[in-house]
């Protein structure tokens, strides 16, 4: 059995994969460089980034799986509609106690039966590392899967993703916690996405094309955030998709 390459020499192989997230940040190809590194780094198989908000729960910012797309948007979905309650990891983000940085392995005991049987045994992963970084107004996090083919993490897959953290949580923040300007037109991939939707349903779904959370898209467009969700909830719902990430995988797909 190779021996995987220990964490001291994994980082001069690291280090451009870096640098190419941080050249990318806040632009249309960021997510494919982190999900490059993080597949070096840790060898995953399978990516989900959730935003949490305690006003307006959760919301999928990515969700991949290159070998089966498909499913990540179903977990995604599954997850986004109610099951995310039921994650231990979430349980825990209201526990000031703890730190706002944790790197936190898979605990299947910790589990109810359900989430775990929807979530790990028809997708056939193995194992689950989560970083959650807790902001004042809300939290994200970065949730690592192997399959059967790769295995559990091991002790070095950990040390990596462990010095890797801080980095991993300042660019998370600044790609997805910046609101970038929300131009006043569509773009014409933005503009054939979101034709079915009513005026206000477009510009909340643009601003948070743009960067924007529910709540700061709320306020631009001087709405209550229960109103926000409404037009988020609606415009998700004709456009078929669970999450932001499927909105902004429909965009570029065009």
Known sequence: MTRPTPPS??????LAGVADCVEALGGADFEARLLAL????????????????????????????ARQPRLADRLARL?????????????????NALP????????????????????FAFPDLVDKV??????????????????RE???????????????APLLASLIRRHYGAPRPAEVRLTPEEEAVLAPLSERERQLCLRLLHGHTLKS???????????????????????GIPSKARLVALCRRQ
């Not at 706002?100 to 979530?119: C, V």
């Not at 709320?218 to 037009?231: D, N, P």
């Open 9 to 14: 020499e994994r980082w001069p192989a690291l």
């Open 38 to 65: 993080l597949r070096e780094g840790a060898r995953i198989e399978q990516c989900m980034i959730f935003a949490y908000d305690a006003a307006e729960g959760v919301d999928c910012l990515l969700a991949d799986n």
């Open 79 to 95: 997850y986004t509609e109610g099951l995310f309650r039921h994650d231990p990891n979430y349980r825990r983000l209201a526990d």
């Open 100 to 119: 706002t940085l944790e790197l936190a392995p898979m605990r299947a005991e910790a589990m109810p039966e359900s989430y775990r049987g929807s979530l």
């Open 130 to 147: 989560a970083l959650t970084l807790r902001e004042a107004e809300g939290a994200y996090t970065l949730n690592l899967y192997r399959g």
């Open 150 to 164: 790769a295995g559990p993490f091991d002790a070095d897959d950990l040390a990596t993703l462990d010095a890797l």
């Open 217 to 239: 898209a709320a306020a631009e467009l001087e709405v209550a955030l229960s109103t926000a969700e409404t037009y988020r909830k609606r415009a998700y719902a004709k456009l």
